[in-house]
């Protein structure tokens, strides 16, 4: 796919997160890898309104190459390219759900996300709490690398999701999942509830492999 094309498709899904809630204001980025280095949104810039043309690009050390201002969450992007050599894409939000449940007390801060559907699973696994850094605190970078080695969604404390995929398409199914989950954690909680097996996750797991 061209960059001029990837800068359109960034643009058409940053208006259908915006559009449908998932994103507000000049919350949230999204980036793609290209053979070079990557595109990402501006910074202080509204997804729902993005120009393909203002979209920035970097090297793959984060340098700014042309194109507007970057995301000052930039470093995020590059910190997950740098872990995940497979990702092709990478979305960061502020989803309200998903930001509600970075803010709670977690009783198991390496999975924040109960199994309650086989989507869930296969596109989201399991869901890792990154301690609360301010934002656009170049600490943050590390330990969003260290992270996502080995998760290709996060929760950033206080904060929202970062989630990667092998394709721009990946990346914002799967954020829309996870914010989707997070809604059905707080419908259900309090209610009994059935949850999928031990058995059931390794299903999916292996059939479905991440």
């Given at each position: 796919m061209t960059e001029s094309l990837l800068r359109e498709r960034m643009a058409i899904f940053g208006k259908s997160l915006y559009d449908r809630g998932y994103l507000h204001g000049s919350s949230g980025n999204i980036s793609v890898r290209l053979e070079d280095g990557f595109l990402v949104t501006p910074t202080n810039s509204c997804l729902g309104f993005l120009d393909p043309g203002a979209i920035a690009k970097l090297d793959l050390s984060?340098?700014?190459?042309?194109?507007?201002?970057?995301?000052?969450?930039?470093?995020?992007?590059?910190?997950?390219?740098q872990a995940r050599s497979n990702s092709q894409a990478v979305v960061h939000s502020h989803s309200t759900h998903s930001v509600?449940?970075?803010?709670?007390?977690a009783a198991d801060p390496t999975d924040l996300l109960p199994p309650i559907t086989a989507y869930g699973v296969m596109k989201i696994g399991k869901l890792p709490l990154v301690p609360y850094y301010r934002p656009g605190d170049p600490a943050l970078a590390a330990a969003v690398q260290e992270t996502a080695t080995d998760h290709s969604a996060v929760l950033l404390a206080n904060h929202g999701p970062v989630v990667a995929g092998r394709s721009l398409e990946d990346a914002i199914w799967a954020l829309?999942?996870?914010?989707?989950?997070?809604?059905?954690?707080?419908?259900?909680?309090?209610?009994?509830?059935?949850?999928?097996?031990?058995?059931?996750?390794?299903?999916l797991n292996r059939v479905f492999p991440s």
């Amino acid at each position: 796919m061209t960059e001029s094309l990837l800068r359109e498709r960034m643009a058409i899904f940053g208006k259908s997160l915006y559009d449908r809630g998932y994103l507000h204001g000049s919350s949230g980025n999204i980036s793609v890898r290209l053979e070079d280095g990557f595109l990402v949104t501006p910074t202080n810039s509204c997804l729902g309104f993005l120009d393909p043309g203002a979209i920035a690009k970097l090297d793959l050390s984060g340098r700014h190459l042309s194109g507007d201002k970057p995301s000052k969450e930039a470093f995020l992007h590059v910190s997950v390219y740098q872990a995940r050599s497979n990702s092709q894409a990478v979305v960061h939000s502020h989803s309200t759900h998903s930001v509600a449940l970075s803010c709670l007390q977690a009783a198991d801060p390496t999975d924040l996300l109960p199994p309650i559907t086989a989507y869930g699973v296969m596109k989201i696994g399991k869901l890792p709490l990154v301690p609360y850094y301010r934002p656009g605190d170049p600490a943050l970078a590390a330990a969003v690398q260290e992270t996502a080695t080995d998760h290709s969604a996060v929760l950033l404390a206080n904060h929202g999701p970062v989630v990667a995929g092998r394709s721009l398409e990946d990346a914002i199914w799967a954020l829309e999942e996870l914010e989707e989950t997070a809604k059905l954690h707080f419908l259900l909680e309090g209610r009994p509830t059935r949850l999928l097996t031990a058995a059931q996750v390794g299903e999916l797991n292996r059939v479905f492999p991440s």
